[in-house]
């Protein structure tokens, strides 16, 4: 089966450009916002309060994004919240270039955005089963996570030239155009009639969307594991990068960091495409660990050559884990509960985020940068090791474990 069969389906190729379109423009939101509120401010802790803003408000409505998805055409939802995206990323643009854009604007704005956010992400993650048949479920989920990691990688890169050729205002304002277009993408998803959640019950809907997500330990204890892999890996390495980029190897620099990162998760969605063993979520778990050398690189050894090789590695392993993640959930849940699902999952891999973000520039002013990063680094470790001792982790296997023919064949 190639791995481009995908493809022949209309529905997919629209999804996979809106997904791809938008991805590009959620790279570049935070390098240039970030920047932004650096050459307003120069504060770490401001910056830790508007993107920990946006993280806390997409955190607090996941849930509902869930229900929502479960209730209503996916394509509309991811239609409508790209158009909202578009609009509130060139408020902000338009408040860095006229300069009026204050750190409670920029908070104010920031919350918008990941409200957004929030009610896009859960439908976004179930949508995929309804854009192909079911034997096509694994070349679909690899050949999506590899357009969407593209259009990271091209966004990233994007963003630490833009802002450094042309400041920081007028890469949110290309950002918000990629919105508008990611919205006119999922206009052309054309999805069949399903069974949906019927009544205004959103308190059953939540309850029976937590009983599958309580019922089966291997969804919770990976969830628990990235609540700390995110918390004290992403959350920190967003505010502490920045700083540490500003202080040693500059802002382009950072941009091409983040772009290696994306680099390995292309990288690595060849090899999950191509490699897919029937314990697939024990050998992507496991792999988390490779997480933890972005942050320790940044605390022992903070230069651009360690710091490249490090994200590219850690791209390339959590590349495999996210393959793997879709699939299982895309095969083990109930198509109707599905986004719900995926909601209670991101709601607790997301929660830590913004508490990371938030918390960065303090600790880091009275603890100094090498111990907290230090210290990230081995809460990655020890929380993947403690998923790991999961029966459920270790054993399950996946319905379609043959591996993907390469392209063209």
Known sequence: MSLLEPLRHRSFRALAAGRTLG?????????????????????????????????LANVLLLLFGGVLADRLPRAVILQGTEIAAGLSQALIAASVLCGFGSVPFLVSLSVVNGAVAAMSLPAAGAITPQT????????????LRLLINSGRIAGAGAAGVAVAAAGSGWALAV?????????????????????????????????????????????????????????AGIGMLLVIGPVVADETFGRSGWGLALAMQTAGALLGGIVAAHWQPRRALFAGVLLVMVEALPVLTLGWWPSLVPLLIAMLLAGLAMEQFSVAWDVSLQEHIPPDRL???????????????????????????????????????????????????????????????????????
């Not at 192909?132 to 050949?143: G, I, M, Q």
């Not at 309580?214 to 969804?219: A, M």
């Open 175 to 231: 950002n918000a155009l990629v919105f508008f277009a990611a919205a006119l993408a999922y206009h052309a998803v054309r999805l069949p009639r399903t069974e949906r959640t019927s009544g205004a019950r959103p308190i059953a809907d939540l309850i029976a969307g937590w009983h599958e997500f309580r019922s089966r330990t291997w969804v919770w204890a990976v969830v628990a594991q990235f609540a700390f892999v995110n918390g």
């Open 23 to 55: 991805v590009f423009g959620n790279s570049v939101a935070p390098v240039a916002l970030a920047f932004a509120v650096l050459d307003r401010t120069g504060s770490a802790v401001d910056l830790g309060l508007v993107v920990g803003a946006r993280s």
């Open 132 to 143: 192909v048949p079911r034997e096509l479920l694994t070349p679909a989920n690899a050949l």
């Open 339 to 409: 986004a719900r699902v995926y909601s209670y999952d991101m709601l607790g891999s997301l929660a830590a985020m913004p508490l990371g973000q938030i918390a960065a520039g303090p600790l880091v002013r009275h603890l100094g940068r090498e111990p907290v990063l230090v210290t990230c680094g081995v809460l990655i470790l020890v929380s993947t090791g403690l998923a790991l001792c999961s029966r459920e982790i270790r054993q399950l296997t996946n319905r379609q474990a043959a591996p993907v023919a390469p392209t063209g064949s």
